[in-house]
Protein backbone atom coordinates (compact mmCIF):
# COMPACT_ATOMS: atom_id res chain seq x y z
CA UNK A 1 0.00 0.00 0.00
CA UNK A 2 1.25 3.31 -0.72
CA UNK A 3 1.13 5.87 1.78
CA UNK A 4 -1.39 8.92 2.20
CA UNK A 5 -0.27 12.07 0.36
CA UNK A 6 0.12 14.02 4.00
CA UNK A 7 -1.56 18.16 3.48
CA UNK A 8 0.23 20.10 6.52
CA UNK A 9 -1.38 23.27 7.68
CA UNK A 10 0.43 25.45 9.64
CA UNK A 11 -2.00 27.36 12.28
CA UNK A 12 -5.77 26.75 13.03
CA UNK A 13 -6.44 30.16 12.48
CA UNK A 14 -8.79 31.99 10.23
CA UNK A 15 -7.10 30.73 7.39
CA UNK A 16 -5.67 27.33 8.69
CA UNK A 17 -9.02 26.26 10.01
CA UNK A 18 -11.17 27.30 6.78
CA UNK A 19 -8.91 25.73 4.51
CA UNK A 20 -8.94 22.75 6.58
CA UNK A 21 -12.45 22.58 6.54
CA UNK A 22 -12.87 23.22 2.69
CA UNK A 23 -10.42 20.84 1.89
CA UNK A 24 -12.07 18.31 3.99
CA UNK A 25 -15.17 18.96 1.84
CA UNK A 26 -13.40 19.22 -1.23
CA UNK A 27 -11.41 16.00 -0.89
CA UNK A 28 -14.37 13.87 1.22
CA UNK A 29 -13.35 10.78 -1.23
CA UNK A 30 -10.03 11.17 -1.17
CA UNK A 31 -10.10 10.87 3.02
CA UNK A 32 -12.72 8.45 2.58
CA UNK A 33 -10.67 6.07 0.84
CA UNK A 34 -7.24 6.73 2.82
CA UNK A 35 -5.07 8.53 -0.14
CA UNK A 36 -5.42 11.94 1.14
CA UNK A 37 -4.22 12.77 5.27
CA UNK A 38 -4.53 16.43 6.60
CA UNK A 39 -2.86 17.57 9.73
CA UNK A 40 -3.20 21.08 11.30
CA UNK A 41 -0.18 21.86 13.60
CA UNK A 42 -1.57 24.86 15.62
CA UNK A 43 -0.79 26.45 19.33
CA UNK A 44 -4.33 25.89 20.17
CA UNK A 45 -7.38 23.59 20.15
CA UNK A 46 -9.61 26.65 18.92
CA UNK A 47 -9.58 29.32 16.21
CA UNK A 48 -10.75 32.59 17.67
CA UNK A 49 -12.86 34.71 15.82
CA UNK A 50 -11.41 37.74 16.68
CA UNK A 51 -13.92 40.76 15.98
CA UNK A 52 -15.63 39.31 18.61
CA UNK A 53 -12.87 39.98 21.38
CA UNK A 54 -14.25 43.39 21.66
CA UNK A 55 -17.65 42.15 23.08
CA UNK A 56 -16.40 39.89 24.56
CA UNK A 57 -14.00 41.90 26.55
CA UNK A 58 -17.15 43.92 27.02
CA UNK A 59 -19.18 40.91 28.24
CA UNK A 60 -21.71 40.78 25.55
CA UNK A 61 -20.50 37.24 24.27
CA UNK A 62 -19.03 34.47 26.44
CA UNK A 63 -15.98 33.79 25.83
CA UNK A 64 -16.63 29.98 24.69
CA UNK A 65 -18.57 31.67 22.41
CA UNK A 66 -15.75 33.33 20.52
CA UNK A 67 -13.99 30.24 19.42
CA UNK A 68 -14.44 27.32 17.84
CA UNK A 69 -13.45 23.76 19.21
CA UNK A 70 -11.47 22.74 15.99
CA UNK A 71 -11.50 18.98 16.64
CA UNK A 72 -14.97 19.50 16.88
CA UNK A 73 -15.12 21.38 13.29
CA UNK A 74 -13.06 19.79 11.34
CA UNK A 75 -13.08 15.96 12.01
CA UNK A 76 -11.91 14.61 9.27
CA UNK A 77 -8.30 15.65 10.17
CA UNK A 78 -5.79 15.32 12.52
CA UNK A 79 -5.21 17.68 15.06
CA UNK A 80 -1.82 18.64 16.37
CA UNK A 81 -1.77 20.50 19.15
CA UNK A 82 1.99 21.96 18.80
CA UNK A 83 4.38 24.73 17.57
CA UNK A 84 6.21 24.42 14.08
CA UNK A 85 9.60 25.96 14.86
CA UNK A 86 11.11 25.48 11.42
CA UNK A 87 10.12 24.08 7.25
CA UNK A 88 12.74 23.01 5.33
CA UNK A 89 10.30 23.19 2.20
CA UNK A 90 12.98 21.68 -0.26
CA UNK A 91 13.34 18.16 1.88
CA UNK A 92 9.00 18.35 2.53
CA UNK A 93 9.86 18.56 6.34
CA UNK A 94 8.92 20.89 9.09
CA UNK A 95 10.11 20.76 12.74
CA UNK A 96 8.08 21.17 15.59
CA UNK A 97 7.20 20.22 19.02
CA UNK A 98 4.25 19.07 21.00
CA UNK A 99 2.90 18.99 24.31
CA UNK A 100 3.82 15.84 24.77
CA UNK A 101 7.41 16.55 23.50
CA UNK A 102 7.59 18.86 25.91
CA UNK A 103 6.33 16.54 28.89
CA UNK A 104 8.95 13.83 27.43
CA UNK A 105 11.86 16.24 27.24
CA UNK A 106 12.21 14.23 23.90
CA UNK A 107 12.56 17.52 22.08
CA UNK A 108 11.36 18.64 18.40
CA UNK A 109 10.21 15.97 15.89
CA UNK A 110 9.97 15.90 12.28
CA UNK A 111 6.90 15.87 10.06
CA UNK A 112 7.38 15.16 6.55
CA UNK A 113 4.58 16.06 4.33
CA UNK A 114 3.65 16.61 0.63
CA UNK A 115 1.31 19.79 0.57
CA UNK A 116 2.16 22.77 2.49
CA UNK A 117 -0.33 25.07 3.21
CA UNK A 118 1.56 27.98 5.54
CA UNK A 119 -1.15 30.15 7.72
CA UNK A 120 0.51 30.59 11.34
CA UNK A 121 -1.07 34.70 11.39
CA UNK A 122 1.08 37.47 13.07
CA UNK A 123 1.85 38.48 16.21
CA UNK A 124 1.44 41.82 17.74
CA UNK A 125 3.75 44.28 15.89
CA UNK A 126 5.80 46.31 19.10
CA UNK A 127 8.68 48.71 19.38
CA UNK A 128 11.18 49.34 22.14
CA UNK A 129 8.96 51.80 24.23
CA UNK A 130 10.46 51.96 27.54
CA UNK A 131 8.02 49.60 29.82
CA UNK A 132 5.65 48.47 26.94
CA UNK A 133 6.94 44.70 28.17
CA UNK A 134 6.56 45.14 31.65
CA UNK A 135 2.80 46.98 31.72
CA UNK A 136 1.21 46.81 28.86
CA UNK A 137 -1.09 44.10 27.06
CA UNK A 138 -1.58 43.15 23.90
CA UNK A 139 -6.07 42.52 22.58
CA UNK A 140 -5.07 39.51 20.07
CA UNK A 141 -6.57 36.55 21.70
CA UNK A 142 -9.41 35.85 23.92
CA UNK A 143 -7.28 35.29 27.05
CA UNK A 144 -5.80 38.69 27.01
CA UNK A 145 -9.58 39.83 26.18
CA UNK A 146 -10.86 38.49 29.11
CA UNK A 147 -8.10 39.05 31.23
CA UNK A 148 -8.49 42.90 30.16
CA UNK A 149 -11.93 43.03 31.07
CA UNK A 150 -11.21 41.96 34.27
CA UNK A 151 -8.24 43.95 34.91
CA UNK A 152 -10.72 47.02 34.19
CA UNK A 153 -13.15 46.32 37.03
CA UNK A 154 -10.16 45.72 39.52
CA UNK A 155 -9.25 49.50 38.55
CA UNK A 156 -12.27 50.54 39.82
CA UNK A 157 -12.17 48.46 43.03
CA UNK A 158 -8.82 49.96 43.90
CA UNK A 159 -9.90 53.14 43.12
CA UNK A 160 -12.83 52.70 44.84
CA UNK A 161 -11.16 51.64 48.48
CA UNK A 162 -8.04 53.83 47.90
CA UNK A 163 -7.36 57.06 49.87
CA UNK A 164 -4.79 57.77 48.14
CA UNK A 165 -5.77 60.36 45.12
CA UNK A 166 -2.22 59.32 42.77
CA UNK A 167 -3.49 55.35 43.11
CA UNK A 168 -7.14 56.66 42.21
CA UNK A 169 -6.48 58.57 39.50
CA UNK A 170 -3.91 55.78 38.08
CA UNK A 171 -6.05 53.53 38.56
CA UNK A 172 -9.16 55.02 36.62
CA UNK A 173 -6.91 56.14 33.51
CA UNK A 174 -7.00 54.03 30.67
CA UNK A 175 -4.59 54.09 27.86
CA UNK A 176 -4.68 52.30 24.07
CA UNK A 177 -2.76 52.73 21.50
CA UNK A 178 -3.29 51.88 18.14
CA UNK A 179 -6.44 53.58 16.32
CA UNK A 180 -7.19 50.37 13.93
CA UNK A 181 -9.85 48.12 14.40
CA UNK A 182 -9.05 46.51 17.33
CA UNK A 183 -7.79 49.65 19.62
CA UNK A 184 -11.37 51.85 18.24
CA UNK A 185 -13.50 48.79 19.16
CA UNK A 186 -12.14 47.40 22.27
CA UNK A 187 -11.81 51.01 23.77
CA UNK A 188 -15.26 52.05 22.65
CA UNK A 189 -16.62 48.93 23.91
CA UNK A 190 -14.64 48.57 27.45
CA UNK A 191 -15.53 52.72 27.91
CA UNK A 192 -19.33 51.43 27.44
CA UNK A 193 -19.22 48.90 30.03
CA UNK A 194 -16.97 50.48 32.77
CA UNK A 195 -18.95 53.75 32.37
CA UNK A 196 -22.45 51.22 32.70
CA UNK A 197 -20.44 49.67 35.96
CA UNK A 198 -20.16 52.68 37.63
CA UNK A 199 -23.68 53.47 38.55
CA UNK A 200 -22.51 50.27 41.46
CA UNK A 201 -19.75 52.50 42.94
CA UNK A 202 -21.01 55.00 45.46
CA UNK A 203 -17.95 56.89 44.76
CA UNK A 204 -17.15 56.92 40.99
CA UNK A 205 -18.76 58.46 38.73
CA UNK A 206 -18.73 58.03 34.62
CA UNK A 207 -16.80 61.41 34.36
CA UNK A 208 -13.83 60.03 36.70
CA UNK A 209 -12.94 57.82 34.35
CA UNK A 210 -10.07 58.29 31.76
CA UNK A 211 -9.89 57.11 28.44
CA UNK A 212 -6.90 57.84 25.80
CA UNK A 213 -6.62 56.78 22.50
CA UNK A 214 -3.15 57.33 21.00
CA UNK A 215 -2.80 57.10 17.32
CA UNK A 216 0.44 58.05 15.34
CA UNK A 217 -1.28 59.25 12.00
CA UNK A 218 -3.69 62.13 11.55
CA UNK A 219 -7.02 59.21 11.10
CA UNK A 220 -8.46 56.61 13.27
CA UNK A 221 -9.94 53.94 11.10
CA UNK A 222 -8.56 54.21 7.56
CA UNK A 223 -10.57 51.62 6.25
CA UNK A 224 -14.19 53.03 6.71
CA UNK A 225 -13.25 55.84 4.82
CA UNK A 226 -12.09 59.97 6.16
CA UNK A 227 -15.14 61.02 6.64
CA UNK A 228 -16.62 58.24 8.75
CA UNK A 229 -13.34 58.29 10.57
CA UNK A 230 -14.17 62.15 11.05
CA UNK A 231 -17.57 61.01 12.42
CA UNK A 232 -15.57 58.27 14.77
CA UNK A 233 -13.10 60.82 16.27
CA UNK A 234 -16.45 63.14 16.97
CA UNK A 235 -18.73 60.08 18.26
CA UNK A 236 -15.49 59.39 20.77
CA UNK A 237 -14.74 62.39 21.88
CA UNK A 238 -18.47 63.16 22.72
CA UNK A 239 -18.30 60.65 25.09
CA UNK A 240 -14.87 62.22 26.58
CA UNK A 241 -12.90 59.78 25.39
CA UNK A 242 -9.47 61.87 24.70
CA UNK A 243 -8.29 61.36 20.95
CA UNK A 244 -4.75 61.95 20.74
CA UNK A 245 -3.86 61.93 16.64
CA UNK A 246 -0.60 62.26 15.27
CA UNK A 247 1.06 61.61 18.66
CA UNK A 248 3.17 58.35 20.17
CA UNK A 249 3.74 56.92 23.40
CA UNK A 250 7.15 57.57 24.13
CA UNK A 251 7.44 55.66 27.36
CA UNK A 252 5.18 53.62 29.96
CA UNK A 253 7.67 53.13 32.67
CA UNK A 254 7.31 52.87 36.21
CA UNK A 255 3.02 53.28 35.32
CA UNK A 256 3.43 56.37 34.01
CA UNK A 257 2.32 57.09 30.33
CA UNK A 258 4.76 59.66 28.05
CA UNK A 259 3.39 61.04 25.02
CA UNK A 260 5.60 62.49 22.04
CA UNK A 261 3.18 65.82 22.36
CA UNK A 262 4.77 66.15 25.67
CA UNK A 263 1.38 65.05 27.91
CA UNK A 264 2.42 62.80 31.05
CA UNK A 265 0.05 61.06 33.74
CA UNK A 266 0.13 57.98 35.96
CA UNK A 267 -1.75 54.95 34.80
CA UNK A 268 -2.35 51.45 35.75
CA UNK A 269 -3.53 50.40 32.14
CA UNK A 270 -1.46 50.27 28.74
CA UNK A 271 -2.86 48.81 25.99
CA UNK A 272 -0.92 48.07 22.69
CA UNK A 273 -2.87 47.56 19.42
CA UNK A 274 -0.50 49.27 17.30
CA UNK A 275 -0.56 46.31 14.16
CA UNK A 276 1.12 43.25 13.74
CA UNK A 277 3.59 41.57 12.03
CA UNK A 278 4.00 38.14 10.54
CA UNK A 279 4.79 35.01 12.78
CA UNK A 280 8.23 34.43 13.91
CA UNK A 281 8.12 31.41 11.89
CA UNK A 282 8.40 32.71 8.15
CA UNK A 283 12.03 33.72 9.19
CA UNK A 284 12.95 30.11 9.44
CA UNK A 285 11.78 28.26 6.26
CA UNK A 286 13.23 28.30 2.93
CA UNK A 287 10.50 29.89 1.03
CA UNK A 288 10.70 33.21 -0.47
CA UNK A 289 9.37 36.55 1.56
CA UNK A 290 9.41 40.12 0.48
CA UNK A 291 10.32 43.54 2.79
CA UNK A 292 7.82 42.68 5.44
CA UNK A 293 8.69 39.40 6.12
CA UNK A 294 5.71 37.99 4.43
CA UNK A 295 5.55 34.96 1.96
CA UNK A 296 5.85 35.84 -1.69
CA UNK A 297 2.43 34.44 -3.34
CA UNK A 298 0.75 34.23 -6.57
CA UNK A 299 -2.61 35.03 -7.78
CA UNK A 300 -3.30 31.58 -7.10
CA UNK A 301 -2.16 31.31 -3.73
CA UNK A 302 0.97 29.25 -4.43
CA UNK A 303 4.16 30.29 -3.16
CA UNK A 304 6.06 32.47 -5.65
CA UNK A 305 8.55 29.89 -7.57
CA UNK A 306 7.76 27.09 -5.34
CA UNK A 307 5.79 23.80 -5.91
CA UNK A 308 3.73 21.89 -3.41
CA UNK A 309 3.62 25.06 -0.96
CA UNK A 310 0.71 27.24 -0.14
CA UNK A 311 -0.13 30.62 1.76
CA UNK A 312 -2.83 32.78 2.54
CA UNK A 313 -3.80 35.92 5.42
CA UNK A 314 -2.00 37.76 7.09
CA UNK A 315 1.22 35.99 6.48
CA UNK A 316 0.71 36.03 2.76
CA UNK A 317 1.55 38.63 -0.12
CA UNK A 318 -1.02 38.45 -2.15
CA UNK A 319 -1.31 40.51 -5.53
CA UNK A 320 -4.51 42.16 -5.78
CA UNK A 321 -6.42 41.54 -9.52
CA UNK A 322 -9.05 44.00 -9.10
CA UNK A 323 -6.76 46.84 -8.47
CA UNK A 324 -5.43 49.25 -11.13
CA UNK A 325 -2.26 50.03 -9.29
CA UNK A 326 0.56 48.14 -10.32
CA UNK A 327 1.95 45.66 -7.77
CA UNK A 328 -0.88 46.39 -5.23
CA UNK A 329 -1.40 43.39 -2.64
CA UNK A 330 -4.57 42.11 -1.37
CA UNK A 331 -4.91 43.89 2.67
CA UNK A 332 -3.96 41.66 5.35
CA UNK A 333 -7.69 41.44 7.00
CA UNK A 334 -10.23 39.10 7.59
CA UNK A 335 -12.65 39.66 4.24
CA UNK A 336 -9.68 38.57 2.12
CA UNK A 337 -8.67 35.56 3.91
CA UNK A 338 -11.90 34.06 4.02
CA UNK A 339 -12.15 34.19 0.69
CA UNK A 340 -8.67 32.99 0.10
CA UNK A 341 -9.12 29.92 1.89
CA UNK A 342 -11.65 28.66 -0.67
CA UNK A 343 -10.00 29.48 -3.69
CA UNK A 344 -6.64 28.03 -1.94
CA UNK A 345 -8.54 25.15 -0.76
CA UNK A 346 -9.69 24.43 -4.37
CA UNK A 347 -6.88 24.48 -5.83
CA UNK A 348 -4.99 22.32 -4.03
CA UNK A 349 -7.25 19.28 -4.56
CA UNK A 350 -7.09 20.59 -8.16
CA UNK A 351 -3.27 20.34 -8.03
CA UNK A 352 -3.44 16.56 -6.16
CA UNK A 353 -5.69 15.48 -9.09
CA UNK A 354 -4.43 17.21 -11.96
CA UNK A 355 -6.44 19.73 -12.64
CA UNK A 356 -5.83 23.65 -14.10
CA UNK A 357 -5.83 26.18 -10.90
CA UNK A 358 -7.66 29.17 -10.42
CA UNK A 359 -6.96 32.58 -9.56
CA UNK A 360 -7.88 34.48 -6.57
CA UNK A 361 -9.56 38.02 -7.24
CA UNK A 362 -11.69 40.02 -4.79
CA UNK A 363 -13.24 43.38 -4.87
CA UNK A 364 -13.27 45.30 -0.94
CA UNK A 365 -16.66 45.44 -0.27
CA UNK A 366 -16.12 47.93 2.38
CA UNK A 367 -15.65 48.00 6.23
CA UNK A 368 -17.92 47.97 9.18
CA UNK A 369 -16.86 49.10 13.40
CA UNK A 370 -18.59 49.13 16.32
CA UNK A 371 -18.23 52.05 18.84
CA UNK A 372 -19.62 50.76 21.37
CA UNK A 373 -23.82 49.31 22.05
CA UNK A 374 -26.09 50.63 19.40
CA UNK A 375 -22.78 53.22 17.59
CA UNK A 376 -20.96 52.06 15.12
CA UNK A 377 -19.39 53.12 11.72
CA UNK A 378 -19.78 51.73 8.15
CA UNK A 379 -18.79 52.34 4.57
CA UNK A 380 -19.88 49.28 2.25
CA UNK A 381 -20.22 49.26 -1.28
CA UNK A 382 -19.54 53.08 -1.22
CA UNK A 383 -22.65 53.72 1.13
CA UNK A 384 -21.74 55.50 4.47
CA UNK A 385 -23.44 54.54 7.74
CA UNK A 386 -22.92 55.60 10.87
CA UNK A 387 -24.90 55.04 14.75
CA UNK A 388 -27.72 52.26 15.32
CA UNK A 389 -27.70 51.34 11.19
CA UNK A 390 -24.00 50.83 11.09
CA UNK A 391 -23.77 49.41 14.35
CA UNK A 392 -26.58 46.27 13.38
CA UNK A 393 -24.81 46.11 10.29
CA UNK A 394 -21.63 45.07 12.10
CA UNK A 395 -23.72 42.27 14.25
CA UNK A 396 -25.10 41.02 11.58
CA UNK A 397 -21.81 41.25 8.87
CA UNK A 398 -19.97 39.32 11.66
CA UNK A 399 -23.11 36.70 12.81
CA UNK A 400 -23.18 35.48 9.25
CA UNK A 401 -19.75 35.08 8.90
CA UNK A 402 -18.72 32.79 12.62
CA UNK A 403 -18.93 29.56 11.05
CA UNK A 404 -20.97 26.78 12.51
CA UNK A 405 -24.51 27.21 13.05
CA UNK A 406 -24.33 26.12 17.07
CA UNK A 407 -22.22 29.73 17.60
CA UNK A 408 -24.27 31.43 15.50
CA UNK A 409 -26.95 30.52 17.96
CA UNK A 410 -25.03 30.94 21.08
CA UNK A 411 -24.26 34.21 20.11
CA UNK A 412 -27.34 35.07 18.69
CA UNK A 413 -28.92 34.15 22.31
CA UNK A 414 -26.60 36.39 24.23
CA UNK A 415 -27.49 39.01 22.25
CA UNK A 416 -30.76 38.73 22.61
CA UNK A 417 -30.44 37.90 26.72
CA UNK A 418 -28.17 40.65 27.25
CA UNK A 419 -30.76 43.10 25.63
CA UNK A 420 -33.47 42.16 28.17
CA UNK A 421 -31.29 42.08 31.44
CA UNK A 422 -28.73 44.22 32.37
CA UNK A 423 -25.14 43.46 32.06
CA UNK A 424 -22.69 41.28 34.29
CA UNK A 425 -19.86 43.34 35.86
CA UNK A 426 -18.11 40.58 37.76
CA UNK A 427 -14.40 40.38 37.50
CA UNK A 428 -13.12 36.73 37.34
CA UNK A 429 -9.59 37.82 37.88
CA UNK A 430 -8.81 34.97 39.84
CA UNK A 431 -9.70 32.44 36.97
CA UNK A 432 -5.89 33.34 36.08
CA UNK A 433 -4.31 32.22 39.28
CA UNK A 434 -6.52 28.76 39.86
CA UNK A 435 -3.92 27.28 42.35
CA UNK A 436 -3.42 30.87 44.44
CA UNK A 437 -6.46 30.05 46.68
CA UNK A 438 -5.68 25.83 47.26
CA UNK A 439 -1.72 27.05 47.67
CA UNK A 440 -2.74 29.22 50.64
CA UNK A 441 -4.99 26.75 51.86
CA UNK A 442 -1.76 23.81 51.86
CA UNK A 443 0.91 26.06 53.11
CA UNK A 444 2.03 25.39 56.69
CA UNK A 445 0.66 26.93 59.34
CA UNK A 446 3.43 29.98 60.91
CA UNK A 447 4.86 29.54 63.85
CA UNK A 448 2.64 30.27 66.88
CA UNK A 449 5.93 32.09 68.74
CA UNK A 450 8.40 34.04 67.02
CA UNK A 451 12.25 32.68 67.94
CA UNK A 452 13.59 32.80 71.78
CA UNK A 453 15.92 35.08 72.60
CA UNK A 454 19.72 33.92 72.37
Same mark, same amino acid.
Given at each position: ???? $?????????????????????? @??????????????????????????? &?????? #????????? &????????? !??????????????????? #? +???? *????????? @???? %???????????????????????????? *????????????????????????? !??????????????????? @? $???????????????????? =????? @?? %???????? *?????????????????????????????? %??????????????? !????? +????????????????? =?????????????????????? $??????????????????????????????????????? #???????????????????????????????????????????????????????????????????????? !????????????? $??? *????? &?? &?????????
Amino acid at each position: MTEP $ARILVVGGGYVGMYTALRLQRQ @LKAELRAGSVEIVVVTPDPYMTYQPFL &PEAAAG #SISPRHVVV &PLRRVLDKC !RITIGEVHAVDHAKRTATL #S +TLAT *EEEGSGNVE @LTYD %ELVIAPGSISRTLPVPGLADYAIGFKTV *EEAIGLRNHVIEQMDIASSTRDPGL !RDAALTFVFVGGGYAGVEA @L $AELEDMARYTARYYHNIKPE =DLRWV @LV %EASNRILP *EVGEKMGTYAIRELRGRNIDVRLETRLDSC %EDRVAVLSDGSRFPT !RTVVW +TAGVKPAPVLASTDLPL =DERGRIKCTARLTVEGVEHAWA $AGDAASVPDQTSDVDGALCAPNAQHAVRQTKVLAENVAA #SLRGQPLKEYAHSYAGSVASLGLHKGVAHVYGRKLKGYPAWFMHRAYHLSRVPTFNRKARVLAEWTLSGLFK !REIVSLGSLEHPR $AEF *ELAAA &PP &PPKNGPKPG
